[in-house]
């Protein structure tokens, strides 16, 4: 796989019949009003005496959440990338489009574009993009500078100095550093930055300016000496991928053959990659076969102590085993990411992991406190143009796979508890939170505790467990509940979105109207919006899952281990069906909510606890677990081998129908 060039990308102008599904017409007007008031907003501009539009703006603060730290002015040698998001054309097409080949009850069900037939649909008219680049590339001549410049058709990224970047957007950077990764510095703007307003009337958003990346938590521990208190559960147990296989039903160590099959990663560029050395001891402690991760896509660099990055390549190599794997290393947040992994070539892969989140309303701005998107567009704007990016991921037949984050529903701006009865007790973390990713909240061992009160085991495991299971008392008893902070360190995420970008849409309509009726506990109806996206779809393990680091086994969690381990089952199951001469799952939240209802035995699921805590303390509010669908562990989790059966039959029955309907 590589990255489109730089330079032009060639258009192909392809004509597509779109077939509107049941599905489709019931959300064609939400799509048609959104898609308006983005074309007006987008027109709407404010053009100041100078001619300039003020594009993006930021006050003179440090970092409100005091996550990042101000040094000074930049450095104007210093590289930096922004992407300039264009105005999209037939959006309500493509959403149409994106519920037929998404929807298994559709004659369209499946049959998916190809990249430039949904470019040829929606990216602005060619004269547009060659008129900002020509803009562009004029500017740099003149400066002397020397750009790259990436034409996505629909975007236009550029990677220049900040000087030259300073120019452009008539607009001072400085540097901040990072709280816990002070080797991490990256450039922002303090005050306004501008584009010219013939140039502004064609742009939605403009990134890379003043959003800051929000680094994940990443849960490691270690046992801890004897004069701890003793912890009340009943034992303590470590999660493998030989629990991963045993838990879901799947043939220890059953490997994708397919050579169409892949996997993708996300990653940030500022906690760089992994080390591939930590890839064969891993194999020969938890007794798998080699795995890798073939293809190191953006600017991956070889890491130590990234626990976070070594978690997610680690479990979804294990568990979706020789899948064609990569890693994309991305300069940027869910939009930059959503956009690289569109344009990877030949074609983007089949399913895209996310270990990532944060609060729908930070997304751009805090509340009350202007940082990060502030005064150049919003957080619904920012979530609806990167919603737009994975639905044209879903089109293509990609999946995105998202974590639903590990501070319960109270989130991370109500992680100590103390809004409770405030305004904001519950927050919803994207991009879990949005109706184009399967989200996916994190399990437990029934009984077992977390891993900080008790010692390593100096005993062998009896049976055929991996050779770690001598060290550590790897799990034997496969009955799940919710990850909660008495028993993982961490709670769940789960919850409903706050925004009506992120609307409920019509394939988990029924089950939320079944939860809310359920007569489990519910917080006050002021804190959550039933009518809006209810997260996560599905879960999976995230206590005491145990990696390698650095050369060493630790222990890890969270739903940054959850959101791996479904991906790769994804994966396998993509390689089924491409085996069989079907075609990927594509976006498949449409599939898993008609799968659920129809095969009870396709997921466990899981009917105890809630997600009232945090990783730090439990609070008044948050969900409560259910029969069917909850927003603690959305269906539960998969039974791969009752998945694949279920597709078989659903394959038989539509050739039967076709064969019926031909005459055969």
Known sequence: ???????????????????????????????????????????????GDNGLVVVQNRAFNSHPLKEWKLRGPSDTTARISVTLALNHRNIGR??????????????????????????????????????????????????????????????????????????????????????????????????????????????????????????????????????????????????????????????????????????????????????????????????????????????????????????????ITSTGQGANSSFSAIDGWMYEFAVFVFNIQPTPPLVNSISYGWPESAQCDVPGIPTNCYGGFNNGQYMNRTNNEYAKLGVVGSTVVACSQDEGAPGAFNDDCTMDDKQYPLTPEFPGSSPFVLAVGATSIKGSGNGIFVEESTSAVAG??????????????????????????????????????NAAQPYQLSAIKNYLKSGVNLPPTKYFSSANRGYPDVAAIGQNVLIVESGAVTVTGGTSASTPIIAG???????????????????????????????????????????????????????????????????????????????????AQRQAKRALLSGQ
């Open 464 to 501: 055929d467990t991996p050779p770690v299971c001598k060290t550590y008392n790897c799990t034997s008893v496969y009955e799940e509940v919710p990850a909660m902070m008495a028993n993982a360190i961490f709670t769940t995420g789960g919850g409903f979105s706050n925004y009506s970008a």
């Open 94 to 315: 493509l959403m149409d489009k994106l519920w037929a080949v998404s929807d298994p009850r559709n004659e369209d069900y499946a049959n998916y574009w190809s990249t430039e037939q949904v470019m040829a649909l929606i990216a602005p008219a060619p004269e547009v993009t060659k008129k900002i680049t020509t803009w562009l590339m004029e500017r740099a001549d003149v400066n002397g500078e020397t750009i790259e410049l990436v034409d996505y058709q629909d975007a236009i990224r550029i990677t220049c100095s900040v000087g030259f970047a300073e120019d452009l957007f008539n607009t001072h950077f400085y540097e901040f550093s990072h709280k816990f990764h002070q080797r991490i510095v990256i450039n922002r703007i303090q005050g306004p930055a501008h584009l010219p307003a013939e140039i502004a009337r064609h742009v939605q958003i403009v990134t890379g300016l003043a959003e800051f990346p929000h680094f994940k938590k990443t849960k490691q521990w270690a046992p801890v000496p004897k004069d701890q208190p003793a912890q009340t559960f009943p034992f303590t147990t470590y999660n493998t991928p030989h629990t991963v296989h045993s838990l879901y039903n799947i043939t220890q160590n059953l490997q994708a053959t397919n050579k169409k099959t892949s996997q993708n990663i996300y990653g940030f560029q500022e906690y760089g990659g992994f080390l591939t050395s930590d890839f064969a001891v891993f194999a020969e402690k938890m007794a798998i076969p080699k795995q890798n991760v073939a293809n190191h896509l953006g600017n991956f660099t070889e890491s130590v102590g990234v626990g976070e990055s070594d978690l997610d390549a680690q479990y």
């Open 1 to 47: 796989m590589s990255l489109e060039g730089v330079g032009n990308s060639r258009i192909d102008r392809h004509s597509g019949y779109l077939v509107l599904s049941e599905m489709a017409r019931l959300v064609i007007a939400y799509f048609a009003a959104v898609a308006v008031c983005l074309a007006v907003a987008a027109h709407a501009i404010r053009v």
């Open 569 to 651: 089952i994804l994966t396998l199951i993509n390689d089924h069906l491409l085996n069989n001469g079907q075609k990927s799952l594509g976006f498949v939240n449409p599939l898993i909510y008609k799968m659920a209802v129809d095969c009870p035995t396709c997921f466990n699921d899981i009917t105890t606890g809630n997600n009232k805590c945090t990783e730090e303390a439990c609070c008044k509010y948050g969900f409560m677990a259910a029969k069917g669908w909850d927003p603690v562990c959305g269906w539960g989790s998969p039974n791969f081998g009752a998945i694949v059966d279920y597709l078989d039959n659903q394959q």
